[in-house]
């Protein structure tokens, strides 16, 4: 089992900033890869970013230039700052770890930007 806790969402202004993190416990070995995903108001769950345990990160196009993806390999833990925040940046933020191939998914974090 493996339990996914994120922290850091919250209300803020459009161009303001926030930093999200999610640390990961459990029955967790060598953990590759992992991400954030989003689900705006009444769209489906959309990839936001990853990264590897080597550092190779991948970004949607919506938040290139705005959102840093980042990790901590020996706290289990990885992060997201967003600046640059734009309303069409609400959303539920969920971090996102595959073991052995099965995903787990944090209980989701609030993000809301308004105009």
């Known amino acids: 089992q493996v339990r996914l806790v994120e922290s850091g969402g919250g209300l803020v202004q459009a161009g303001e900033s926030l930093r999200l993190s999610c640390a990961a416990s459990?029955?967790?070995?060598?953990?590759?890869?992992m991400g954030w995903y989003r689900q705006p108001p009444g769209k489906e769950r959309e990839l936001v970013a990853t990264i590897t345990s080597g550092g190779t990160t991948n970004y949607a196009d919506s938040v290139k230039g705005r959102f840093t993806i980042s990790r901590d390999n020996a706290k289990n833990t990885v992060y997201l700052q967003m600046n640059n925040l734009k309303p069409e940046d609400t959303a539920v933020f969920y971090c996102?770890?595959?073991?052995?191939?099965?995903?787990?998914w944090g209980q989701g974090t609030q993000v809301t930007v308004s105009s």
């Open positions: 996102y770890v595959p073991v052995f191939s099965f995903p787990y």
């Open positions: 459990g029955n967790i070995f060598n953990i590759n890869l």
